[in-house]
T-cell receptor, first 111, second 111 residues
Framework: NAGVTQTPKFRVLKTGQSMTLLCAQD?????MYWYRQDPGMGLRLIHY???????AKGEVPDGYNVSRLKKQNFLLGLESAAPSQTSVYFC??????????FGPGTRLTVL | SQQGEEDPQALSIQEGENATMNCSYK?????LQWYRQNSGRGLVHLIL?????REKHSGRLRVTLDTSKKSSSLLITASRAADTASYFC???????????FGPGTRLSVLP
């Protein structure tokens, strides 16, 4: 089992460009999450999903969109990247309120 | 705003000593979880304690929960250099699927 995988691992964007981060899990989990982690801070929830076809806003959703068309995939989109979105992005999945399984992260720099 | 707050922010100890980290939170919870993050990696789940539990053990880890004080502690006994990492607490409430992470404690175990 691969667990939770994220694509890409690194990306550099210019201000105003768009991109999509892909998260995939092979554990048949219902719940998936996107977080961002900034230096010296914990994780902040961007969006989450409680099942295929559903999405919900987290703590810091502005500037991001998500889609969960398939149960195993959760996509995070940046329509017009800004320097404030420079961060490390983590995807996670879980079964209900139990432990979360995290991907390795995507390091994004917006110039 | 983040619900969990770890204390201390940073901790440096010698190998073989015990390390204690604390977490405080603000609202009622379903469970509280502790995670470890090695530098540049995703978070790894360590232990989960439910709101009706007071203490839990897993190997060298001991977690306590005091719901009256809205606080938890993580004790790592006989620390090793490999325990060097950041440790985060995450709370899950009874009303949703959100995991709320604190800013973490950076633990350095010196050989």
């Amino acid at each position: 089992n691969a667990g939770v995988t994220q694509t890409p691992k690194f990306r550099v964007l210019k201000t105003g460009q768009s991109m999509t981060l892909l998260c995939a899990q092979d554990m048949n989990h219902e719940y998936m999450y996107w977080y961002r982690q900034d230096p010296g801070m914990g994780l902040r929830l961007i969006h989450y999903s409680v099942g295929e076809g559903t999405t919900a806003k987290g703590e810091v959703p502005d500037g991001y969109n998500v889609s969960r068309l398939k149960k195993q995939n959760f996509l995070l989109g940046l329509e017009s990247a800004a320097p404030s979105q420079t961060s490390v992005y983590f995807c996670a999945s879980s079964e209900s309120r139990n432990e979360q399984f995290f991907g390795p992260g995507t390091r994004l720099t917006v110039l | 705003s983040q619900q969990g707050e770890e204390d201390p922010q940073a901790l440096s100890i010698q190998e073989g000593e015990n390390a204690t980290m604390n977490c405080s939170y603000k609202t009622s919870i379903n469970n509280l979880q502790w995670y470890r993050q090695n530098s540049g990696r995703g978070l790894v789940h360590l232990i989960l304690i439910r709101s009706n539990e007071r203490e839990k053990h897993s190997g060298r880890l001991r977690v306590t929960l005091d719901t009256s004080k809205k606080s938890s502690s993580l004790l790592i006994t006989a620390s090793r250099a490999a325990d060097t990492a950041s440790y985060f607490c995450a709370t899950v409430n009874n009303y949703g699927q959100n995991f709320v992470f604190g800013p973490g404690t950076r633990l350095s175990v010196l050989p």
